[in-house]
T-cell receptor, first 114, second 116 residues
C-alpha cells in the first residue's frame, strides 16, 4: 500500500512551458485535492475532486487544470508556467465519511519556474 | 485574509519539557480543527483533531485544547522528544465543498525544534 504518490519530486520549467504533475493513490479514496505551499502562506487549495469525473475549483485555481478519469489518478496541469507558480505542490486524498476531514498527503513536487 | 493564524514561526524546547503550539482563527463557522506535522521533503501527516463540540482531545503525548470564545486552539506535546522536531500546521474546516467534501484552511506553520 503506497498511499499517495507524486511525480516528479523536482521540476524546473521556463516561463510559458506546460507540464503535468502526476498524483496517484491506492487507497480507493473518493476525494482528492491539490494544494500549493508557499512561504508565509500555509497550504492553499488549488482544485479538488469528489470522485471520478467530478472536479471543482479551490481558492487558487487560475493557471491550473485538473481531470479525474479514474479513482486512482488526479493529475494537475500547468498550462503556461509563470514564475508565480514556483511552489511546492502537494496532492492529498480523503476517504470521505466518517473521516471526511483528514487528508493523506503525498510527498510533494518542488517546482521552480524561471 | 488569513483566517487561521500561527503567529510563532518557530519554537525551541528542551527534550522532556512541554511544547505548546498556538493557533488563532477568525471564522466562527469553523467546526473542526486539525493539527498536521511535516518533516522536510515529506508531505504533512495528520496528528490530532478536535470537534468544536469539545474543548480537549488527547492522544498519547499530544493534547489539543480548543477555546471557542477566544477562537484559539493549542497543541501540547508532553514530554517533547527530538523526533518531534518538525513544522506543525493547524487547519480548520467549515465549508462543505460541492459533493460533500470539507475544505481545510491551513495556518502558516510553526517550526518546532526539540533540543537535547
Amino acid at each position: 500500500n503506497a498511499g499517495v504518490t507524486q511525480t516528479p519530486k523536482f521540476q524546473v520549467l521556463k516561463t510559458g512551458q506546460s507540464m503535468t504533475l502526476q498524483c496517484a493513490q491506492d487507497m480507493n479514496h473518493e476525494y482528492m485535492s491539490w494544494y500549493r505551499q508557499d512561504p508565509g502562506m500555509g497550504l492553499r487549495l488549488i482544485h479538488y475532486s469528489v470522485g471520478a469525473g467530478i472536479t471543482d475549483q479551490g481558492e487558487v485555481p487560475n493557471g491550473y487544470n485538473v481531470s479525474r478519469s479514474t479513482t486512482e489518478d488526479f493529475p494537475l496541469r500547468l498550462l503556461s508556467a509563470a514564475p508565480s507558480q514556483t511552489s511546492v505542490y502537494f496532492c492529498a486524498s480523503n476517504p470521505g465519511q466518517p473521516s471526511r476531514y483528514e487528508q493523506y498527503f503525498g510527498p510533494g513536487t518542488r517546482l521552480t519556474v524561471t | 485574509d488569513q483566517q487561521v493564524k500561527q503567529n510563532s514561526p518557530s519554537l525551541s524546547v528542551q527534550e522532556g519539557r512541554i511544547s505548546i503550539l498556538n493557533c488563532d482563527y477568525t471564522n466562527s463557522m469553523f467546526d473542526y480543527f486539525l493539527w498536521y506535522k511535516k518533516y522536510p521533503a515529506e508531505g504533512p501527516t495528520f496528528l490530532i483533531s478536535i470537534s468544536s463540540i469539545k474543548d480537549k482531545n488527547e492522544d498519547g503525548r499530544f493534547t489539543v485544547f480548543l477555546n471557542k470564545s477566544a477562537k484559539h486552539l493549542s497543541l501540547h506535546i508532553v514530554p517533547s522528544q527530538p523526533g518531534d522536531s518538525a513544522v506543525y500546521f493547524c487547519a480548520a474546516s467549515a465549508i462543505v465543498l460541492t459533493g460533500g467534501g470539507n475544505k481545510l484552511t491551513f495556518g502558516t506553520g510553526t517550526q518546532l525544534k526539540v533540543e537535547l
